[in-house]
T-cell receptor
Framework: QKEVEQNSGPLSVPEGAIASLNCTYSDRVSQSFFWYRQYSGKSPELIMS????GDKEDGRFTAQLNKASQYVSLLIRDSQPSDSATYLCAVRQNYGGSQGNLIFGKGTKLSVKP | GAGVSQTPSNKVTEKGKYVELRCDPI?????LYWYRQSLGQGPEFLIYFQGTGAADDSGLPNDRFFAVRPEGSVSTLKIQRTERGDSAVYLCASSLYPLGGYGYTFGSGTRLTVV
């Protein structure tokens, strides 16, 4: 069973700080990686995707991928209280007939304190 | 439709009963996925449809769970002889690209409670 590991937190940062969320995965051949944000009682929403080694920036969000270390991270700059949510790391399965479905980590709960 | 629609939003059923959960994907999305999420956990994969056929049903926990998508659009997840351990939020997602390379969009979920 392919696995995606995340620190469950909670991670608490002050408003305006950088929040750093980390994820490791077990399937060395994985090619597609995603970060979803889930507010309490809501369904996950896609915020970032990354496919190549290095950094990908979108507004206050930066996704980082290191395939050699099987490590994905999400940085949130200038954190706001509205960023308080659970952040789910997801990796696309890539073997047999399972191409397409995502494997999710348990999520890291982020709390941004005003 | 504009988004992935799931009905009902909440379902309470007695242990041993049969339930059906419905998912209406985004119009034109050929790939459809079912997940379930328990409290404090990430979504757990159940089954993936490409068109009308189940491309991967390896996540279905046992033969009490079954899903169909007869016309390649709406899907129904069916659970027989429900157990208290089936209580969870059941999430449906759809994708324009079947390999999910662009991630996919979730519906708002059905909260199933088995009492």
């Amino acid at each position: 069973q392919k696995e995606v590991e995340q620190n469950s937190g909670p991670l608490s940062v002050p408003e305006g700080a950088i929040a750093s969320l980390n994820c490791t995965y077990s399937d060395r051949v994985s090619q597609s990686f995603f970060w979803y944000r889930q507010y309490s009682g809501k369904s996950p929403e896609l915020i970032m995707s990354i496919y190549s080694n290095g950094d990908k920036e979108d507004g206050r969000f930066t996704a980082q991928l290191n395939k050699a270390s099987q490590y994905v991270s999400l940085l949130i700059r200038d954190s706001q209280p509205s960023d308080s949510a659970t952040y789910l790391c997801a990796v696309r399965q890539n073997y047999g007939g399972s191409q397409g479905n995502l494997i999710f980590g348990k999520g890291t709960k982020l709390s941004v304190k005003p | 439709g504009a988004g992935v629609s799931q009905t009902p939003s909440n379902k309470v059923t007695e242990k041993g009963k049969y339930v059906e959960l419905r998912c209406d994907p985004i119009s034109g999305h050929t790939a459809l996925y079912w997940y379930r999420q328990s409290l404090g956990q990430g979504p757990e994969f159940l089954i993936y449809f490409q068109g009308t056929g189940a491309a991967d049903d390896s996540g279905l926990p046992n033969d009490r769970f079954f899903a169909v998508r007869p016309e390649g659009s709406v899907s129904t997840l069916k659970i027989q002889r429900t157990e208290r351990g089936d209580s969870a939020v059941y999430l449906c997602a759809s994708s324009l690209y079947p390999l999910g390379g662009y991630g996919y969009t979730f519906g708002s979920g059905t909260r199933l409670t088995v009492v």
